[in-house]
C-alpha cells in the first residue's frame, strides 16, 4: 500500500504537469473537457487512483464524522457531543456535522468514479488493462452507492460524470434500480479485476467484488424479509455461494491472533480483503481515525478523545473466555498522563468503554503524530466473510435444520479467538508469543445451536462480538428490522456488576423512532435539487 500512495501522489502529479502542458500547447481553454484532459494510459491509472481518494474523506471513511458515529446498542457518542443530533436520535435535515458531509463526500466519490468510467475506454492502452482500471471504478461507485441506499433508501443514481450544469438535477431513482446497477458493476469487476496478490494492497480484487456482491445479496434479502415483500430466497443462496467463493480460493487467511487483523505493524495482511489505506510522514495520507476511537487518555501518548464509545452493554455479550476481542474491542481502560495504562477501573466507574481496535497505544515510534497515523481502515475483512457465509446459509435453510457448513464456519472465529500473547492484552507486546488454549470457546455444534431461530440470534451478536466497530452494526440492525428494538434495549437494561442502566440512555431510547431506520436528506440538497423529496418523517 506504500507503493499505490507514493505512486498515486506521483502520477497526480505528472499528469497534472502534463495536463498543463496539453492545456498551453495543444487545447484552447474553452475546449478544455475530461474527454480531451484524459489521453493517455497514465492518465487512465491516475483517474482511478483519485477515485480511491474518496474513501479517506471524511463522510465516507475518513477519520472524522462518519458512519462510525451512528448509534445503535453497541456504539454511541459522548453525552456532551452527540454530533449534531445523531448521538441522542434528535437527528434532523440541517446536520452539517454529519449527514452532509456523508452525501457529499460520497457524491463527490462517485462523480470521480463516472470520470473514470467515461473517460478511460477511448484511451488508447492495453485492453486488459483498461478493462481493469475501469473495473476498479465501478467497484468503488459500488460501495458509494451501497452506503447511500443504507443510509437513505432512494438516492439520485448517476453514472456518468458531472461536467456541466446541465446534468446536476437528478431525481431520487428507487432503490431496486439502484441495486440493479450495483449488482451489474460488481459482476463486471468479478469478470475483469484481478485476484489477491497480482495487484497492490489496497485495490480492488475479485475477492473484493464477490464480498461486497455477497453483502449486496445478504442485504437485499434481509431488506425484503423485514419489509414482508418476498423471503429473499435468491439473494441468500447468492450470498452464500459468494462467500464460499472467497473462502475457497484460499486467498485469504485469518490472522491467527486477533488483534493483529488491525494493528499497523501488520498492515495489508492476509485476512484484509479491503481496506482503507493510510501513510504516516506527513504525505496528508496518514489517518486520524484513533482520535475519537482507541484507548482514553491524552492523544499525544496514544490515547483518544471521548468522541466515539462502546456501551456499557457491548462488553456484556462476551462469552466469559472470549477475552482476547472483547478487552481489544471494548476496553475499559485509559493512557495516563505518564504514559501508562491504568486497567483496574471497577465495573461500576465512570470512566467510559472505548472502541478499541484502532488504537495507538503504545507509542512504538518517535516520529507519531496523533492526527498522521500509519493505521489502515478495514472494509471487509475474512471473519466477515465467514459470517455472511453462515447467516446467508441459515436464511436459505431457514424451513431445515442449519447446515453443518454453518458451524464450521462460525467456530473459525472462535478458535481464533483462542491464542493469547505474552503479558496482557492492552500491552500489546511485540514480537508475538502466542499460546493456544483449547478451553476458551470451544466449537459450538447443532446441540447449542439446534434450529435456524437460535443460529440467527447467535450470528446477531457474533458479527457485533466480531466486527464491533468497523462501521457494521446499525446497518445490521436496520436491515434485520431491530434498530429501534434493540436501542430500546438498554434503556432498562443492567450490567452485572453495574447499580443502574446505560447512563444518559433513556433520552435515546425515547427518542428512536421507526423513522430512523433512514436518516433525512441534507436541507441544502434538497434546496439546490428541486427534484429530490424528503424521506418520510423528517
Known sequence: MYKLIVVSSFLVAIVTFTSCEKFLTEVPKSQISPENYYTTAADAEAAVIGAYNALQRNGVYGGGPTMQIFVSDIVRTAATNTFGGIGNYTITADNTEVLLLIWTNHYRGINDANTAIDCIPSIKMAEKRKNTLVAEAKFLRSLLYFNLIRIWGDVPYKVSQTNSLNNLHVPRTPIDTIYNGIIHDLEFGIEHLDVKGETQAGRATVGAAKTLLANVYLTRGSMAKRDGVGDGLTDFQKAAQLAKDVITTNHYSLCQYFPDAFIPENKNNDEIIFDVQYKSGGFNEGSNLGINMGLMGPNLLGGSFGGIHATEYFHTIYENTDLVRKEWTTPHVRVEGDGTLKTDFPEDHAQPWKIGKFRRFP???????????????????????????????????????????????????????????????????????????????????EHDYPDYASVKQYIIYERARELGGECKRWFDLVRWGKLVEYVKLLKNFKPEGRRAPERNWAIIADNIQDKHVLMPIPTSEIHANALVTQNKGY
Not at 459470517?387 to 457448513?405: F, G, M, T, V, W
Open 363 to 445: 507509542v512504538r515510534k518517535a516520529d507519531y503524530v496523533p492526527n498522521d497515523y500509519d493505521i489502515h481502515f478495514p472494509i471487509f475483512r475474512l471473519a466477515e466473510v465467514y459470517l455472511i457465509y453462515a447467516e446467508a446459509l441459515n436464511e436459505a435453510n431457514k424451513d431445515l435444520a442449519p447446515p453443518s457448513e454453518i458451524y464450521m464456519a462460525l467456530n473459525k472465529l472462535r478458535e481464533r479467538a483462542r491464542y493469547t500473547n505474552k503479558g496482557t492484552i492492552h500491552q500489546d507486546l511485540l514480537p508475538r508469543e502466542l499460546t493456544y488454549n483449547d478451553q476458551i470457546l470451544p466449537d459450538i455444534t
